[in-house]
């Protein structure tokens, strides 16, 4: 499965962007997804995932309360609703299927 991650872009602090992250070759029903990112000069963290059903999500304590995950099955795609942006989140933003599948990631800015 290739994964493509989209929707990056420059938002001013407090603003909102929705990154995308949409299957090919192979479908995400009832998969896994994570959301990870990587700052300038920083390691890689987690930020959010999505059980294959949608019924379970986690948040970094970072993006809770701003942050909502979300999929839709029948598009073979992931969303990560991004609000309230902070200087700080400013990264590349990544999706992830476990153990091996990476997105191209997308880069978000947030500045004035």
């Known amino acids: 499965v290739q994964l493509q991650a989209s929707g990056g872009g420059l938002a001013q602090p407090g603003g909102s962007l929705r990154l995308s992250c949409a299957a090919s070759g192979g479908t995400l029903d009832f998969i896994f997804i994570a959301w990870f990112r990587q700052a300038p000069g920083k390691e890689r963290e987690g930020v959010s995932c999505?059980?294959?059903?949608?019924?379970?999500?986690y948040y970094a304590n970072s993006v809770k309360g701003r942050f909502t995950i979300s999929r839709d099955n029948a598009k073979n795609t992931v969303y990560l609703q991004m609000n309230s942006l902070k200087p700080e989140d400013t990264a590349i933003y990544y999706c992830h299927v476990p153990p091996a599948y990476w997105g191209q990631g997308t880069l978000v800015t947030v500045s004035s």
């Open positions: 999505i059980s294959g059903s949608g019924g379970s999500r």
